[in-house]
């Protein structure tokens, strides 16, 4: 085994792997950008060194300074994780040259697998079904179109370099052929440097079943059962299990020895994923092999008990497969679900920002990778971490197992119900969504589930319930009469009235009243306090309320008589400030309203665009002083695996535009000076 690895990636696939390092005894050396200097993966690792600037490009994406890194703190290893230069086969390559084990298979096997037009090809001659589409290298638009009409529309105009959903069009119809087409050789372009397309038959009711697959350097292959990644949005995994539930014995048998064929027949060595796409009729397809492992390998490792990093650190280092094929065993199931911080109400736009609170229902430095624990959390930030623009905005990962598919939705559905983020937007409210939905419950939906359904998972904002009205005012009270007995217990005078700790103590019957702001409705608050107790008057009526303030910052209370335990967050600021009330499910952020403050002029965004997120200019698509008509498509900006593209408000004259492309822009950054006629 390896005495010292340095692991090429960031987030919570560095920590990942440093878990299992440090089990096994190995040393491990992190590298960072100028933006993760105090990042988790940093703070784990024995030893750290910064190797550039924030952009990937600059610093996780550089091969030569990583081994460099790997070479002057003596790493025998690297492991990359995945994204980055995890299937880059001259990284790879340059490792070999530098004598590091690159953790990962042969530089031949992830050039072959890199273009999914070559994979198809090796796949079909292996005898694995593929999906009847174009694959050659002629991408004029004519004959494009010509193979689109022969393999039948609708159609999947894929990015042959793609990976993560990028470059990718469903076209329904021959006249929306061209400009998908365009489009997604645009984004491919962007995105990997490489606009190749490939024409793939639009397969209906599909769903996403992969294979996880394991080979040693004696030739020895394994398969570790499949995994179903069929909730998806935007073609991007959010919720994945294993095993895929509905498989018979016969079929999960005959998945995986294609897939161990398909890993046969290209030498591989390590830990790989075969995807295919599995038809209503259950018929399945390959569709791509990744070189590496996946985000998703934690539901394999907790339904077989095996920890795959520790199964690439002995392959890497020469030791044979530690199990047979009879050796491994299906046990329960387990699902994860991936917690982004991205808004899906505005198109599951990225989202940055400070992480103020972080709750987990099992904490990560508990939670033990390869075993079948009913609660495991991966995650690469923690409290007053930052999600930057930079990077993928996965906060982390919740994976629940239990001993069938039933009982493991239920256990997700309560876990997520438990985790709490205050910071950037996150999709945490999606995902319990989809864990009550009747379909995913019934294991009856497919790769269309979140885009089908979208009213049902994303319901318009409601307003806020009145036992979040009342946690709120409540927490409020009690919280003041905290600060209260703070300030008095640093005082003197300890009969101070402001030492009762109840908040409520001037007058026998005191009253006042409370004002928040949901969304664009204000909410006055009467309270009342007795001896008796408090009451609430909220919009709906009066409700009586009593409770206390836990050490760990918590409120239990009653409310109408329902005892909560309530996750809240206040951030108080000049206006008033901001209040997130989280119980289970229940998630909802009022702001407080300061009587005495004095409103904001709120400033006019004028004939100015600005930024709707962090990111680069990826397109400038018109010129200084040009005229444009309203719609009129003028820059593109992307940020975390997503092109926005901005368009002209109105009519009206382009005066400048600010940045250049490559550039990197604020949210809220003006980009373009705009006038309008008038
Ligand atoms: P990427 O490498 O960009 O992730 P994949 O080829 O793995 O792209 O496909 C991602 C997802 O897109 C799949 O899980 C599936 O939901 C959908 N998809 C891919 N190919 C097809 C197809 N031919 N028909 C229907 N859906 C597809």
Redesign the pocket.
Known sequence: MFERILIANRGEIACRVIDTAKRLGVRTVAVYSEADANARHVRLADEAYPIGPAPASDSYLRGDAIIEVARHAGAQAIHPGYGFLSENAGFAEACANADITFIGPPAEAIRLMGA?DQAKAIMADAGVPV?PGYHDENLDIKVLSSAARKVGYPV?V?AVA?????G?RQVARELDFADAVASARREAKSAFGDDRVLI????TK?R?IEVQIFADIRGNNVHLFERD?SV?RR?QKVIEEAPAAKLSDEQRHSLGETATAAAKAIGYVGAGTV?F?ADASGNYYF??MNTRLQVEHGVTEMVTGVDLVEWQLRIAAGEPLPMSQEEISLNGHAIEARIYAEDPAAGFLPATGSLTHVRWPISPEASIPGQATALRVDTGVAAGDEVTPFYDAMIGKLMVWAPDRTSAVQRLSRALGETEIVGPTTNLALLGAIARHPSFVADDFD?GFIEQNADVLMPPAAPAQAVILAAGALYLLLDRGRRAAEVAAGTSDPSSPWVASNGWRLHDDAHETMTFLDGDNTVAIEIRARRSGITLTLPDGDVEVSGRLDSDGRLRAVVGGITINAGIVFQPDTRGGTLDVMIQELRHRVRLVDPLSVEDDSESEGGRLTAPMPGQVTQILAKDGVSVSRGTPLIVIEAMKMEHTIAAPADGQVERFIYAVGDWVDEGATLIDFVTPD
């Open positions: 999914k999906v999947l894929k793609g990976g993560g959903g990028r990718m793939e038959k639009l397969i599909p996403h990644c998806q073609h995807e796409i569709m791509e790769t």
